[in-house]
């Protein structure tokens, strides 16, 4: 409500879920027993879980009562046009391909249009964006305007394309490019949005080199929020519209339903080109499931259907940035520093800042991840060199930031677990300077933050 300073959740409680506490000695315990990877942990053993907000959020009444419609028919089922039909209500594609999750997605796209030589620009891609490219032999490039690599740096969109560095990129790798994606918001530089203007440019870049252009759209509902708070022009529309308009000026896109489709599990692949469609079509046979399931139950189907509608509503998004916004500025009282201004789903502590006696190959996010953990129970997740740093012909180099980011599931969480997690936040911050790096012990070859094994050093 405007003019009041309570943040109050558009929602009532029907039902509630228990946590646990434990102690301290309990928690050094369980991060030494998973070599300090907080993946590993047992959830019940977290208090408050900021580790993602990809399928951690909780359903509405009229999400469950769809399941309880769901058709769990082979092929052709009513949940399956359901889904389409509010798929293409905000993104209006010729094609809708239901995957388990956004991964799926990406892996059949990457595998029909990725392979050796190519190359992939994005603004930035994320984790298992870039590992999808990489696997299919691509090279996936990160194309960010230089202000998101200042984290104290105010620029309201600071997800943007840079267009320079992107015809540049268009120009020496012409013919080599099959795509151009653009993630929104873009999670690995701290949640930030990119502006209608800015997706505007890019798709005339893109036409001028013939090259298609493609959304990592989870969470285009936040992104069209922030659009429409900060970007002339915009401030009274709705924001359905805007969410047309930034698919209207896309080809296609891949979606996780786990984030702004405010599901538990399940994606898309959405595309013009027909040929294109048919030839993921065959894969997602292959790897998924049939055309109209794709690897989900036709409850699912329902669940994201009106998750789609849910989403875009004005309260429940004014609620949602509004609270994420509150946990920022309670740790900027607390001198804590973070990615500003503040996005959607998270908010990132910028931890080479608040540790710089950590050098960044000793990963400072993933100290200031375990100590908040051990200090209060409270799960983040390392989003720096950790994730990024390892190059596919095996170099280490540090990656552009070291974030810890505290993602904010949708609809979990009340304004008192925030204030906890803010004062946990504030001990950690306290005794930053005494904080010590980590080395890796064991790493698989691809995505190893998921399953590293860590020492602190």
């Given at each position: 409500?405007n003019?009041?300073?309570t943040?109050?959740?558009?929602?009532?409680?029907?039902?509630?879920?228990?946590?646990r506490?434990t102690?301290?000695?309990e928690?050094?315990?369980?991060?030494?027993a998973?070599?300090?990877?907080?993946f590993?942990?047992?959830?019940d053993d977290?208090?408050?879980?900021?580790?993602?907000?990809s399928?951690t959020?909780a359903?509405?009444?009229?999400?469950?009562?769809?399941?309880?419609?769901?058709?769990?028919?082979?092929?052709?089922?009513?949940?399956?046009?359901?889904?389409?039909?509010?798929?293409?209500e905000?993104?209006?594609?010729r094609?809708?391909?239901?995957?388990?999750?956004?991964?799926?997605?990406?892996k059949i796209?990457f595998?029909?249009?990725?392979?050796?030589g190519?190359v992939?620009p994005s603004?930035?891609h994320?984790d298992?964006?870039?590992?999808?490219?990489?696997?299919?032999?691509?090279?996936?490039?990160d194309?960010?305007i230089?202000?998101?690599?200042?984290?104290?740096?105010?620029?309201?969109?600071?997800?943007?394309?840079d267009l320079?560095r992107?015809?540049?990129?268009?120009?020496?790798?012409?013919?080599?490019?099959?795509?151009?994606?653009?993630?929104?918001?873009?999670?690995?530089?701290?949640?930030?949005?990119?502006s209608?203007?800015?997706?505007?440019?890019?798709?005339?870049?893109?036409?001028r080199?013939?090259?298609?252009?493609?959304?990592?759209?989870c969470?285009?509902a936040?992104?069209?929020?922030l659009?429409?708070?900060?970007e002339?022009g915009?401030?009274?529309?709705?924001?359905p519209?805007?969410?047309?308009?930034?698919?209207a000026?896309?080809?296609?896109?891949?979606?996780?339903?786990?984030k702004?489709?405010?599901?538990?599990i399940g994606?898309?692949?959405?595309?013009n080109?027909?040929e294109?469609?048919?030839?993921?079509?065959?894969?997602?046979?292959?790897?998924?499931?049939f055309p109209?399931y794709?690897?989900l139950?036709?409850?699912?189907?329902?669940?994201?259907?009106?998750?789609?509608?849910?989403?875009?509503?004005?309260?429940?998004?004014?609620?949602?940035?509004r609270a994420t916004a509150?946990?920022?500025?309670?740790?900027?009282?607390?001198?804590?520093?973070i990615v500003e201004?503040?996005?959607?789903?998270?908010?990132?502590i910028?931890?080479r800042a608040?540790?710089?006696q950590i050098?960044?190959?000793?990963y400072?996010?993933q100290?200031?991840?375990?100590?908040l953990?051990l200090?209060?129970?409270?799960?983040?997740?390392?989003?720096?060199?950790?994730m990024?740093?390892?190059?596919?012909?095996g170099?280490?180099v540090?990656?552009m930031l070291?974030?810890?980011r505290?993602a904010?599931p949708?609809?979990?969480?009340t304004?008192?677990?925030?204030d906890f997690?803010a004062?946990?936040?504030?001990?950690?911050?306290?005794?930053?300077p005494q904080?010590?790096?980590?080395?890796?012990?064991?790493e698989?070859a691809?995505?190893?933050?998921?399953?590293?094994?860590?020492?602190?050093?």
């Amino acid at each position: 409500m405007n003019g009041y300073r309570t943040i109050i959740e558009p929602f009532r409680i029907k039902s509630v879920e228990p946590i646990r506490l434990t102690t301290v000695e309990e928690r050094a315990e369980k991060l030494r027993a998973v070599g300090y990877n907080l993946f590993g942990l047992h959830s019940d053993d977290v208090l408050v879980d900021l580790l993602t907000d990809s399928g951690t959020g909780a359903m509405s009444a009229e999400q469950w009562a769809g399941i309880q419609r769901g058709d769990e028919s082979y092929a052709g089922s009513p949940s399956w046009y359901r889904f389409e039909a509010a798929v293409k209500e905000l993104f209006p594609f010729r094609h809708v391909i239901p995957t388990h999750q956004g991964r799926a997605a990406e892996k059949i796209l990457f595998s029909v249009i990725g392979g050796s030589g190519k190359v992939i620009p994005s603004n930035t891609h994320f984790d298992t964006t870039r590992a999808n490219v990489e696997h299919s032999g691509a090279e996936a490039i990160d194309l960010v305007i230089g202000e998101a690599r200042i984290p104290s740096n105010q620029h309201p969109f600071k997800g943007n394309m840079d267009l320079g560095r992107l015809e540049s990129a268009l120009t020496e790798h012409r013919g080599k490019v099959p795509v151009v994606f653009v993630t929104v918001t873009n999670n690995s530089g701290g949640g930030q949005p990119v502006s209608l203007e800015n997706l505007r440019a890019t798709r005339k870049i893109c036409d001028r080199f013939s090259v298609p252009l493609f959304l990592d759209a989870c969470r285009f509902a936040e992104n069209a929020w922030l659009i429409r708070e900060r970007e002339p022009g915009q401030h009274e529309r709705a924001v359905p519209d805007i969410v047309r308009d930034m698919a209207a000026l896309a080809d296609g896109m891949t979606m996780s339903a786990k984030k702004d489709g405010l599901a538990n599990i399940g994606g898309w692949l959405a595309v013009n080109d027909d040929e294109l469609a048919r030839r993921c079509r065959e894969l997602l046979i292959l790897t998924e499931g049939f055309p109209t399931y794709g690897g989900l139950a036709g409850r699912d189907l329902e669940a994201i259907a009106i998750g789609l509608r849910e989403v875009v509503d004005h309260d429940y998004l004014r609620y949602r940035l509004r609270a994420t916004a509150y946990l920022g500025e309670q740790l900027r009282a607390a001198g804590i520093p973070i990615v500003e201004p503040v996005g959607g789903h998270a908010v990132y502590i910028d931890a080479r800042a608040l540790c710089p006696q950590i050098e960044p190959l000793q990963y400072p996010g993933q100290a200031v991840a375990t100590a908040l953990y051990l200090e209060g129970g409270v799960r983040g997740c390392e989003i720096g060199t950790v994730m990024f740093g390892r190059r596919p012909d095996g170099r280490e180099v540090p990656a552009m930031l070291d974030l810890v980011r505290l993602a904010i599931p949708r609809r979990v969480y009340t304004q008192s677990h925030v204030d906890f997690v803010a004062e946990v936040a504030a001990k950690v911050a306290a005794r930053a300077p005494q904080l010590k790096g980590f080395r890796i012990e064991s790493e698989p070859a691809s995505l190893r933050h998921f399953t590293a094994r860590f020492a602190p050093l």
